[in-house]
Nanobody, 125 residues
Framework: QVQLVESGGGLVQAGGSLRLSCAAS????????MGWFRQAPGKEREFVAT????????GYADSVRGRFTISRDNAKNTVYLQMNSLKPEDTAVYYC??????????????????WGQGTQVTVSS
C-alpha cells in the first residue's frame, strides 16, 4: 500500500512558477515509478510527466516539455513537479500517482495503481 499526498498548488499569474510536492508513505518508494497527471474542468485526465524509480529516466507531455521538471528524493519519499512559465491552460487539478508496472506505457493513467487526492493549480492571465 502506498498513500500519496500532494501539496504546493495555488493561484499564480501567467509566467509565474510553482513547485508541487507529493509525499509517499509506505516502504520501498524507489520501487515505484511516479507520474503527474492533471484534469481541467470538463476535460479528461491527461499525462504530464513521469519519472522512474531511480530517477534516471523522465518523460513529459509535449505541452509541458521545457517548462516543467519532474524530480524525486527517495530519501524523503517525495516526488516534485517544478512548473515554470505557467500558462492559463495549465490550470487544472494536479494528481501524483505511483506504479510498479512496467508493461504499460508510463503515459497511461491506467498503469498507475495509487493516486493522491489532487492539488488545484490556477493560472491567471
Amino acid at each position: 500500500q502506498v498513500q500519496l499526498v500532494e501539496s504546493g498548488g495555488g493561484l499564480v499569474q501567467a509566467g509565474g512558477s510553482l513547485r508541487l510536492s507529493c509525499a509517499a508513505s509506505g516502504r520501498a518508494f524507489n520501487f515505484y515509478a511516479m507520474g503527474w497527471f492533471r484534469q481541467a474542468p470538463g476535460k479528461e485526465r491527461e499525462f504530464v510527466a513521469t519519472i522512474s524509480g531511480s530517477g534516471a529516466n523522465t518523460g513529459y507531455a509535449d505541452s509541458v516539455r521545457g517548462r516543467f521538471t519532474i524530480s524525486r528524493d527517495n530519501a524523503k519519499n517525495t516526488v516534485y513537479l517544478q512548473m515554470n512559465s505557467l500558462k492559463p491552460e495549465d490550470t487544472a487539478v494536479y494528481y501524483c500517482a505511483a506504479t510498479s508496472s512496467t508493461s504499460i506505457p508510463a503515459t497511461a493513467a491506467h498503469r498507475y495503481t495509487y493516486w493522491g487526492q489532487g492539488t488545484q493549480v490556477t493560472v491567471s492571465s
